[in-house]
């Protein structure tokens, strides 16, 4: 059976199906994507989630949500986009191998 490296061609609303093959090819596709979104979406694989924190007793901690501000708030909402869109990308093989091995 010839397997593809893409199973679906992708759309500006769907991102390129990883099948498990020419991972450097899918990485280039996924970050444009992603930048195409949001740059923010790109920043956050890049560098983790953003987590708001205060100063507590000279020690940062993580500030509660409630206290967040406007922009603390679309920065973090960036990690949940993210792995969000994410999953649509792999396949179910793809998905597993990569969930179990966290």
Do not use: H
Not at 80 to 89: E, K, L
């Amino acid at each position: 059976m010839d397997k593809k490296t893409f199973a679906k061609g992708a759309t500006i609303n769907r991102p390129s199906l990883f099948v498990g093959e020419n991972y450097p090819f899918w990485k280039v596709r996924m970050q444009n994507f992603l930048e195409f979104i949001d740059r923010g979406l790109w920043d956050v694989v890049l560098n983790g989630p953003f987590i708001p924190t205060i100063p507590i007793n000279d020690v940062q901690e993580n500030k509660p949500s409630a206290q967040w501000t406007t922009d603390e708030s679309r920065r973090a909402q960036y990690d949940m986009r993210a792995r969000n869109i994410t999953p649509c990308a792999l396949t179910l093989d793809e998905f597993y191998r990569i969930n179990n091995s966290a």
